[in-house]
């Protein structure tokens, strides 16, 4: 069974740092495409990275280029998440997502996912 579990959620200050996990199991995770996603309340959910299989190729959204970055350690079916310059328009529940896809053309889009983890709460306040 594939499961995703997030972590290291929680609440930091404006301009602060947060770095999210994403724990794979169930399946080999260098054959899978991850993507972060997030959802703020009334909003629809937002693509916020992607990684490749293989780590090669990152996608970022103009809101997030700059300060967040995605990594991932396939010998530990990991995926990182790593959040700087935080703002309070950053809060928002946090997901992580895969697709079997071997490539995924944009991979920014909830549509392009399969699985999908429970989501870690990120609030950005004073």
């Known amino acids: 069974q594939l499961q995703l579990v997030e972590s290291g959620g929680g609440l930091v200050q404006p301009g602060g740092s947060l770095r999210l996990s994403c724990t794979a199991s169930g399946f080999i995770s260098d054959a899978y495409v991850i993507g972060w996603f997030r959802q703020a309340p009334g909003k629809e959910r937002e693509g916020v990275s992607y990684i490749s299989s293989s780590g090669g190729s990152t996608n970022y959204p103009d809101s997030v280029k700059g300060r967040f970055t995605i990594s991932r350690d396939n010998a530990k079916n990991m995926v990182y998440l790593q959040m700087n310059s935080l703002k309070p328009e950053d809060t928002a529940v946090y997901y992580c997502?895969?697709?079997?896809?071997?490539?995924?053309?944009?991979?920014?889009?909830?549509?392009?996912?399969?699985?999908w983890g429970q989501g870690t709460q990120v609030t950005v306040s004073a």
């Open positions: 997502a895969a697709s079997s896809a071997p490539y995924l053309e944009y991979g920014l889009g909830y549509w392009e996912y399969e699985y």
